[in-house]
């Protein structure tokens, strides 16, 4: 190509403009470089396009004015183009690896990933469900991208950006004597057998509820996994303290459950994403975050229930 699009460019100017002083000044370059563009574009095309009047600006000539049309239309094909260019390439597409606490996997992820794959078909979700510490460890070896986790000893290494507050409640099986309370006190509970979460730090977190009373759990049974206690729950096994509340209150097994607030002051888990601090991530990345940031909030978890 015998020009450049930045020659048209400041051509396209200085005819605008009227003097080639005017278009360096509108075009934030010196007045020399746009002599120079102009005169290598005439050299390139070989015909004269400006006509140089001294002290009187210029204008152009019979060639300068076909040429000056179609420069018109040549650059705005150009800036059409350099937006779907852009478009094209910020298009949400890619691999995303997540990462979610094994505790309320099953509850909030599906949900939250058919909804934003319905907006961005071009992704490819990798779910990885685990304990707390084996998800912070998978987001530093750059194995996740994000983690749907809690603000349990988050690390300086990790950035957590919380979403929502989950208080503890009680679960019940539906004909339990205290399954009809508005709240229940775990003094209330303390001498019955107590199903316990399972996982290090959720252990220390149920734990130190007691402690904060005085009290000892009851400890009955264990599991890591929240359908297991559900459906040991309903059966008569015992009772649990969660922090996540599926909408549907019944087991596996279809067996009713009760769910009732936990009496008193205690610390909420706060259910937010975890990521690699310091960490440039991929624009589906941030777009699945940011959708993260607009689903779950302390009024609605898809999956959950919150009344």
Known sequence: MRFTLRQL????????????????????????????????????????????????????????????????????????FDRLAVEITE???????????????PTVVPRLCQQFLEKHPGV????????????????????????????????????????????????LPADHRLAE??????????????????????????????LSKGLQPNIAMRSPHLETIRSLVANGFGYSLLNVRPVLDRALDGLPLAIVPLAGDHRPMILGVAALARTRQPKAVTAFHDHCRSMISNNSIPGMRLE
Do not use: K
Not at 34 to 57: D, K, M, N, P, T
Not at 100 to 105: I, K, M, N
Not at 189 to 197: D, H, M, R, T, W
């Open 91 to 105: 298009e949400v597409t890619g691999r995303i690896a997540l990462g979610c606490l094994v505790t309320f996997a």
């Open 181 to 210: 309370r508005p709240e229940i006190d775990l003094y209330e509970l303390a001498s019955e057998p107590y199903i316990l979460v399972d996982l290090p730090m959720s252990r220390d977190y149920f734990r130190a509820l007691f």
């Open 9 to 80: 460019q400041l051509f396209v100017a200085t005819c605008d403009a009227g003097t080639v002083t005017l278009a360096a000044q509108r075009e934030n370059i010196s007045q020399s470089a746009v002599s120079a563009a102009l005169a290598e574009l005439e050299r390139a095309l070989g015909v004269q396009l400006l006509i140089r009047h001294h002290a009187h600006g210029v204008t152009p000539t019979p060639a300068g004015r076909q040429l000056l049309a179609q420069a018109r239309g040549l650059l705005q094909q150009a800036t059409d």
């Open 124 to 171: 490819d979700i990798v779910l990885r469900e685990g304990g707390q510490d084996e998800l912070l460890t998978l987001l530093r070896n750059g194995e996740l991208n994000l983690a749907l986790t809690y603000d349990l000893d988050i690390p300086a290494d990790i950035v957590f950006d919380p979403l929502a507050e989950l208080p503890p409640s009680v679960l």
